[in-house]
């Protein structure tokens, strides 16, 4: 307590023990920033402090069931165009026949990159199993016990996000193209690859939201997004500036998929109300130059471009 009064943040006893729930490396030390470390909120009350908890607890409680909805129907989408394009639940004969993407780079120096990323794509898988086995996960340890081949719609099931996003780019340009298809998604658009930069966007935030990591600031990002998605996402709902440098693009990101994947008109609505109704709130609770470095002062005209798209 006594080291936030000496940083300028009003605390009194009353709020000891918030300050003892939240945690001072968790509360104080994580949320007195924005993204960096250097870009220190201007705080001067613990109220603050517990303010922004609240919103990131908030965000992550109204994204979590969306971004499991995209992640689980954009495994169904691909598996769906994998047995269809493999004639096999076998991974042997995927691998094969469907996880060709490097072929397509024959005589030039994107050759090696692409199929070495094919061969850790199966040390990868391999060593996922091994830990489900290991963890006792029933599907794994059923059709290893059975001493029978896993299936791939079984190695769906325990797929991490990253190491799907990994097996949708080794996948072959034709494989690619029919999920994009079934999604329909623009044609004008090398929506096939944005698609898999769209995957290890949604990772970062999956894994904040899992992990308990902060999200309010983007700080989850371990790389930066590709300014395609943000281009495709302009072109066909008309957003504009969408670079993810802020919270509000994956939530839009969100409700652009699940209206994609055709999820309920209803829920995309209420997501996005609900988001609304979480930026009123907390406009309100923190200061302008707190709230101003979280969203943006073109949050929501995306808001209402991306609403407008939800609503067709």
Same mark, same amino acid.
């Given at each position: ?7 300028? /943040? @009003? ?5 000891r023990q ?5 945690? !001072? !490396? ?7 920033? *924005?993204?960096m ?24 409680s109204l @994204? ?7 992640? %689980? ?23 094969m ?10 005589? %030039?120096?994107?050759y090696? #990159?692409?199929?070495?990323?094919r061969? +850790?794509? +199966? ?8 830990? +489900? !086995?290991?963890?006792? /996960?029933? /599907?794994?340890?059923?059709?290893? &016990?059975?001493d029978?081949?896993?299936?791939i ?10 190491t799907?996003? %990994? ?11 029919? $999920? /994009?298809?079934?999604?329909g998604? #623009? =044609?004008? !658009?090398?929506?096939?690859t944005?698609?898999g930069n769209i ?11 899992a ?5 309010? &600031?983007? +700080?989850?990002?371990? @790389? ?15 957003m ?23 999820? #309920?008109?209803?829920?995309r609505? *209420?997501?996005?109300?609900?988001y609304?109704?979480?930026l ?7 200061p ?17 471009? $991306?609403?407008?798209?939800? =609503?067709?």
């Amino acid at each position: 307590m006594q080291h936030l009064s000496d940083n300028g /943040v @009003a605390i009194d006893e009353t709020q000891r023990q918030e300050l003892k729930n939240l945690g !001072y !490396y968790h509360g104080y030390k994580g949320y007195r920033f *924005a993204g960096m470390a250097k870009n220190r909120f201007p705080l001067t009350d613990f109220a603050q402090v517990i303010a922004l908890n609240d919103f990131d607890m908030s965000l992550k409680s109204l @994204a979590y069931p969306e971004i499991m909805f995209v992640e %689980t129907a954009l495994k169904n989408y691909t598996l769906e165009a994998v047995l269809a394009d493999a004639g096999s639940e076998s991974f042997d004969q995927v691998y094969m026949q469907s996880l060709t993407a490097y072929r397509a780079h024959r005589g %030039t120096s994107d050759y090696k #990159p692409a199929l070495l990323q094919r061969m +850790r794509l +199966r040390n990868e898988i391999d060593a996922l199993m091994a830990q +489900r !086995y290991k963890s006792s /996960v029933p /599907v794994i340890q059923h059709f290893l &016990d059975e001493d029978k081949a896993i299936p791939i719609w079984a190695l769906f099931e325990v797929m991490t996000l990253g190491t799907f996003g %990994t097996f949708y780019k080794c996948l072959d340009a034709r494989v690619k193209a029919a $999920i /994009v298809s079934e999604l329909g998604l #623009p =044609s004008n !658009y090398d929506s096939a690859t944005v698609l898999g930069n769209i995957i290890f966007a949604l990772k970062d935030f999956r894994n904040a939201i899992a992990h308990n990591g902060v999200v309010m &600031d983007v +700080r989850f990002k371990q @790389a930066r997004v590709n300014r395609d998605i943000g281009k495709m996402l302009a072109g066909d709902t008309g957003m504009i500036g969408v670079d993810f440098g802020e919270i509000t693009d994956y939530m839009a990101l969100l409700a652009y998929l699940m209206t994609k994947l055709q999820a #309920p008109e209803h829920n995309r609505l *209420a997501f996005l109300d609900g988001y609304v109704s979480l930026l009123d709130s907390y406009q309100q609770k923190l200061p302008q130059p707190i709230f101003s470095r979280l969203v943006h002062t073109g949050a929501r005209q995306k808001l209402q471009s $991306i609403r407008t798209f939800a =609503s067709l």
